[in-house]
């Protein structure tokens, strides 16, 4: 990847001998993206796309420099951010121009594609906008198959997640139908007991919203170094209001995410404590 963003530098710098300030704004953006600095690289594009707006390179790069830095990281939250910023980038070019041949290629989509189908629930959420789905048809334009990617993303995993999965349902769920609201709490001897890993439990919070009248789901997990929580809803009920108000998080209002440095136990009898003064907004 260096040695690619390295021939891009040459490649543009080789065009002109005096160069323009769009120019070398490119030149410095590219230089901070083979630097690594790619937070200041996607900033500097964003920039110059602003002030460019007949020009699709820049939105293009912003794409590209955040797309790669996705699949640098664990951080599941930080990967679906670099994701969300890399398609409104893309986004921006393609309600131009949607016949632009140039704006991707076949794996730049299927990255975008993949970060697309997990940040909205397979494309269920309520913020899937029309752009999105414009976005996919234009993936599926290029010849993008999206069922292998299904197929790894949500039907490659072992025997021990299923029974992990069977495990919480029986014995870790709490139903509270007087608030619309389902919870689960997962221990650190779970996670032990069935050899589970952090992606092992994507999408377990998703469950309790299958139940009937169910509003609100919550998760909470006992990782070593806190306790993580998931949270899902339904209709009008603010997840990420929520979660910035209880537990030091944030997301989408339907699908957010918090922390606590709390035991399970704590944080879990926080949890129970605060749920009634959202009674009303769970009816």
């Known amino acids: 990847m260096t040695k690619c963003i390295i021939t891009l530098v040459?490649?543009?710098?080789?065009?002109?001998?005096?160069?323009t300030q769009y120019e070398q704004g490119m030149q410095k953006a590219f230089a901070l993206w083979g630097e690594g600095k790619t937070t200041e690289a996607s900033a500097m594009f964003e920039r110059i796309a602003s002030a460019?707006?007949?020009?699709?390179?820049?939105?293009?790069?912003?794409?590209?420099?955040n797309t790669t830095a996705a699949f640098q990281t664990k951080d599941k939250d930080k990967v679906a951010a670099?994701?969300?910023?890399?398609?409104?980038?893309?986004?921006?070019?393609?309600?131009?121009?949607?016949?632009?041949?140039?704006?991707?290629?076949l794996n730049i989509a299927t990255c975008l594609y993949t970060g697309t189908m997990?940040?909205?629930?397979?494309?269920?959420?309520?913020?899937?906008?029309?752009?999105?789905?414009?976005?996919?048809?234009?993936?599926?334009?290029?010849?993008?198959q999206h069922t292998p990617i299904h197929e790894q993303v949500y039907d490659s995993f072992l025997e021990n997640r299923l029974r992990f999965i069977g495990?919480?349902?029986?014995?870790?769920?709490?139903?509270?139908?007087?608030?619309?609201?389902?919870?689960?709490?997962?221990?650190?001897?779970?996670?032990?007991?069935?050899?589970?890993?952090?992606?092992?439990?994507?999408?377990?919070?998703?469950?309790l919203l299958t139940i009937k009248g169910i509003k609100f789901g919550a998760i909470v997990i006992d990782r070593n170094e806190e306790r993580k929580w998931s949270f899902r809803s339904k209709g009008d009920f603010d997840v990420n209001v929520f979660a910035r108000n209880h537990f030091e998080g944030g997301g989408h209002k339907n699908a957010a995410g918090g922390r606590s440095s709390h035991q399970l136990e704590k944080t879990l009898a926080h949890f129970y404590e605060v749920l009634p003064n959202y009674k009303n907004e769970l009816e």
């Not at 996670?191 to 589970?196: C, F, H, N, P, V």
């Open 118 to 144: 997990t940040d909205t629930g397979s494309f269920r959420f309520p913020a899937t906008s029309a752009s999105v789905h414009r976005m996919v048809a234009h993936f599926n334009d290029m010849g993008l």
């Open 52 to 65: 460019e707006k007949n020009n699709w390179l820049p939105n293009y790069y912003v794409s590209m420099v």
């Open 167 to 207: 495990h919480a349902l029986l014995n870790r769920m709490d139903v509270l139908y007087e608030y619309n609201t389902a919870v689960m709490a997962i221990s650190r001897d779970d996670i032990i007991k069935y050899d589970i890993k952090t992606g092992d439990t994507e999408g377990l919070v998703n469950y």
């Open 82 to 105: 670099l994701l969300g910023k890399a398609q409104e980038a893309l986004n921006i070019e393609l309600d131009k121009n949607p016949e632009n041949p140039e704006l991707l290629d």
């Open 10 to 19: 040459f490649f543009v710098t080789s065009l002109v001998g005096a160069q």
